[in-house]
């Protein structure tokens, strides 16, 4: 969609437009609510700034729509077609990597009681598994605040790749 015409889509068409990006109400809200934006730059600083803070209940939301790191996202939605795109990227991984992020992400969650989230795009299997050890050492405070921010540079990576000028 073209940056024109996101601005004259009627809120209900924006916010369908938006929700694949990141499926949280009051940022779909905030980003239909303050158009027209004068550029994709605004647009993205917009979708940065509405993304800053997360409620917990927002990012346990959100959360509820991203498959595991290594798994397909199932379906043939627009957010399961960025996400499978986003995996893809990762290229093929050998079967120690594979082994290794399975095992890390049944690790995280026992630890956490939630999916490993990152942002996948341009990152290696191998700098995914070094993140989810890293990450796997820290308090869920710290996790909270590392998946808000990976949740925004996901949201506003897609939604960069959305709309055009």
């Known amino acids: 969609m073209h940056l024109d015409q996101f601005n004259a889509a009627s809120r209900t068409k924006a916010g369908d437009f938006l929700r694949p990006c990141l ?3 009051r940022w779909i ?8 934006y004068p550029s994709l730059e605004a647009l993205l600083a917009a979708g940065r700034a ?3 803070p997360f409620a917990p209940a927002e990012i346990d939301a959100a959360l509820a729509h991203h ?4 798994e397909r996202a199932q379906g043939d939605s627009t957010e399961a077609r960025m996400s499978q795109a986003e995996q893809a990227g990762l290229g093929a991984a050998d079967a120690a990597v594979a082994q290794a992020l399975a095992a890390g992400n049944r690790a995280y969650e026992e630890k956490f009681g939630q999916v490993f989230l990152i942002r ?4 290696s299997r191998r700098e995914i598994l070094a993140a989810l050890n890293t990450r796997l050492t820290h ?4 996790e909270q605040l590392i ?3 990976q949740l925004r540079e996901i949201a506003v990576l897609r939604l960069e790749g959305l709309i055009s000028k």
């Open 139 to 142: 308090t869920p405070e710290q």
């Open 67 to 70: 498959p595991r790191i290594g």
């Open 147 to 149: 998946i808000g921010q």
């Open 29 to 36: 809200d905030e980003l239909a609510d303050a158009r027209p």
């Open 50 to 52: 509405a993304a800053s």
């Open 120 to 123: 996948a795009a341009g990152r």
């Open 23 to 25: 499926d949280i109400q």
